[in-house]
């Protein structure tokens, strides 16, 4: 079966990076939208950042887009979302998703394929 798993969460101090990592399995996703959202307890789902299959342009949630970024291993389905200046909040569990029908990558709600989630922490 299609699936993905998320890894490379943790707990860090305010100011630090982290690296997530979004694998895939089961079918190629290397011609499908891929992206990142996030979830805080009692708030919706957000985007962070995320790509179409045929291009390399990046669509990044606002309150992101000057510290974080996405990129794309196509031959092994893998996306990558590097958080550079991490700050407390970002706190939230980050998802991965993939569907083959999005064509702009921005609604968490066009997604079909989603991975568990990974807890990211920030203290101050």
């Known amino acids: 079966q299609a699936q993905l798993k998320e890894s490379g969460g943790g707990l860090v101090q305010a100011g630090a990076s982290l690296r997530l990592s979004c694998a895939t399995s089961?079918?190629?996703?290397?011609?499908?939208?891929m992206g990142w959202f996030r979830q805080a307890p009692g708030k919706e789902r957000e985007l962070v950042g995320a790509?179409?299959?045929?291009?390399?342009?990046?669509y990044m949630g606002d309150s992101v887009k000057d510290r974080f970024a996405v990129s794309r291993d196509d031959p092994r389905n893998t996306m990558y979302l590097q958080m550079n200046n991490l700050k407390p909040e970002d706190t939230a569990v980050y998802y991965c998703?993939?569907?083959?029908?999005?064509?702009?990558?921005?609604?968490?709600?066009?997604?079909?394929?989603w991975g568990q989630g990974t807890q990211v922490t920030v203290s101050s």
């Open positions: 998703a993939a569907d083959d029908g999005v064509t702009v990558p921005l609604w968490p709600e066009h997604y079909d394929y």
């Open positions: 790509m179409l299959g045929g291009e390399d342009r990046a």
């Open positions: 089961g079918r190629a996703f290397s011609n499908s939208a």
